[in-house]
Structures are given as C-alpha cells and as structure tokens.
C-alpha cells in the first residue's frame, strides 16, 4: 500500500473520530488543501458515487485514483452491514501504520549488513584483479599465474561465505514476514470478533487478509471446511502455531471468543518483540563474525603467499 492511500484512510478516520458521517467527511477531504491531489481526488470520486447511490465499499472499489486492497474493501463492506463504519476505520488504519512502520524498521536493522556486504564483495573483487599486478617482481622462483588463480579461489571461497550470510537474511526475513502476516490474521479475527460478526463470515474476511500467502490461504480454507462439518473451534486454529490453540480450548468452555482472540494477538506480538530483540542484538556481532572470516581466507591466500616470498614470515 503507497503512502497516499494511507494518507486517506488517516485522514478519514480522524473526521470520522470527529463525529462527522461518511459524506460529509469526503466533503471536508476533496476542499483540505495539505493533501495529496489523488487524496483529494479519490474523495471526490467516491463522494460522487455515493451520492449516485453507490455503496462505499462499491465506491471504493471503484476509485481510480486510489488503489484499495481487496480486504480494505471487505472490511467497509462488513462494516456497512454492522454500522460499525468509525472502528472499521480506526482499525484499517492501525493496521496500515504497523504494516508501514514494520517495514521501516525491516529496512533498517538490513541496512548495515546489507552495506558491509557489498563493501566486502567490491573489496574481494578489486583484489582478486588487481592483487596480482601489484606483487613486486621479488623472486623468479614466484609462480605469478599459481598465484592469480590461488586468488580467485579465495575470492570465491570468500563471496561464498557472504552469500551464506546474505542467504540467511533473506530467510530470517521471510520467517519474520510470514509471523507478521501470520499476526495480521489474527488480529483481523480479533476485530470482526469484537465487532460481533460471525466465525464463518470472519474467516472468509480472514482468506483476504492473507493476502499471497499460500500457506495461511490453505489454512484458512481447511478451518472453514473443518467448521461446515462441525468440527471443535480449537482444531481450525492450528494455524496460529504456538499455544493458541490453549487459548480457544479455553474460549470453549468460557463462551468468550474475543477474549480467546485478545490473548493471542497479544502473546504473538510479545514473541515478535523477543524474535527482533533478539536479532537486533546478534546482527552486529554475527556480521562482524562472517565478514572476518572473510578478511581471513583473503588473507590466507592472497597475502600470505607475497609476505613468505618476500621473508616477511
């Protein structure tokens, strides 16, 4: 979602906040002058179509100006049914700041590995051209073409073992997305919960959220198969992981979903925090780690030879 979209749903829940209904907060929108055009123009288009007689979840559907995500448009649509048009808001719009603030900090704790990493790749491979042409003709016994090859071996020895590390990144930063979506779930049930829509219209509300994430889609369409055929509530929460499915054993018995729901966004959140704790605290030290041992195997093989020829060692 781009920043003016944001921007809308920002602004369109704080007039909403204001007591003001859907129309006439449009209207203040389309004459705010601080606001990006298409924010303005977005408004005025959708304002047009409800006063056309057009739903605004349709209306928003429609928008060329703006692009909403299909499960922005389900959650007006469920609210239109509800009269909970303020929370849909409030809600659709936390959850885009935790989704832009998420990936602010992602984009920040990378970037210094990211950078140390590209220094080091274009340091192998400035040495691994020019290390040979600057060895000194010091002895006739030195085998120049030996050594140039022993050179690049090493730089590939060494670029092996940061695309290790790059790897690894990239897989800590898929796990960490998937436990972010995985939340994102959770906390959409948690709202439609509270907002007293029923397990089988959230869980379809659910499969929308999970956006391109094949792994959450599957296991939202298998709880919403589990539940036609009447299975227990805590069997079709599996996909939460952890101990959710103590929290909705415990829903059974109590009668009280959203509590259930509560909880368990709060203790996915709470593992998240430790989860980036932690690998902010390591990233440091673990790129310090890999980027010596990189220095070291160019070393080994690109400096030490020059320095016994020379009767340094």
């Given amino acids: 979602m781009s920043k003016k979209e944001l921007v809308f749903l920002q602004t369109i829940d704080d007039l909403l906040q204001s007591d003001l209904n859907i129309k006439s907060s449009l209207d203040v929108m389309a004459k705010m002058k601080g606001l990006?055009?298409?924010?303005?123009?977005?408004?005025?288009?959708?304002?047009?179509?409800?006063?056309?007689?057009?739903?605004?979840?349709?209306?928003m559907g429609n928008c060329t100006s703006l692009k909403f995500k299909e499960s922005q448009i389900a959650f007006v649509e469920?609210?239109?049914r509800s009269g909970k048009l303020c929370d849909t808001f409030s809600f659709l719009r936390c959850r885009e700041e935790k989704c832009s603030a998420r990936n602010e900090k992602i984009f920040g704790m990378c970037v210094y590995p990211v950078i140390v990493i590209l220094m080091a790749l274009i340091?192998?491979?400035?040495?691994?051209?020019?290390?040979?042409?600057?060895?000194?003709?010091?002895?006739?016994?030195?085998?120049?073409?030996?050594?140039h090859r022993n050179v690049i071996a090493a730089c590939v020895k060494a670029n092996l073992l940061l695309f290790i590390f790059g790897l690894s990144l990239v897989l800590i930063a898929r796990k960490n997305a998937f436990e972010y979506q995985r939340l994102d779930v959770?906390?959409?049930l948690k709202f439609l919960t509270e907002a007293g829509t029923d397990m089988d219209s959230s869980l379809h509300m659910a499969f929308l959220v999970a956006g391109k994430n094949q792994y959450l889609k599957e296991s939202v369409l298998d709880a919403m198969l589990q539940m036609e055929n009447g299975e227990p509530l805590p069997s079709v929460m599996d996909m939460f992981?952890?101990?959710?499915?103590?929290?909705?054993?415990?829903?059974?018995?109590?009668?009280?979903?959203?509590?259930?729901?509560?909880?368990?966004?709060?203790?996915m959140e709470k593992k998240l925090q430790k989860t980036e704790s932690l690998f902010i605290s390591l990233m440091e030290p673990v790129t310090i780690c890999f980027v010596g041992a990189y220095i070291l195997v160019l070393l080994?093989?690109?400096?030490?030879?020059?320095?016994?020829?020379?009767?340094?060692?």
């Fill in 36 to 59: 990006p055009k298409k924010v303005s123009k977005a408004s005025v288009e959708i304002r047009s179509d409800l006063e056309a007689g057009s739903l605004l979840s349709n209306a």
């Fill in 300 to 313: 080994k093989d690109v400096a030490m030879p020059v320095l016994f020829n020379t009767g340094v060692f």
């Fill in 241 to 267: 992981g952890g101990n959710a499915k103590s929290f909705f054993e415990i829903a059974l018995v109590s009668g009280n979903l959203k509590t259930a729901f509560s909880s368990l966004v709060i203790s």
């Fill in 186 to 188: 959770a906390s959409a």
């Fill in 123 to 147: 340091g192998g491979i400035v040495l691994s051209v020019y290390a040979p042409s600057l060895v000194p003709d010091f002895s006739r016994n030195f085998d120049y073409d030996l050594y």
């Fill in 78 to 80: 469920s609210a239109q």
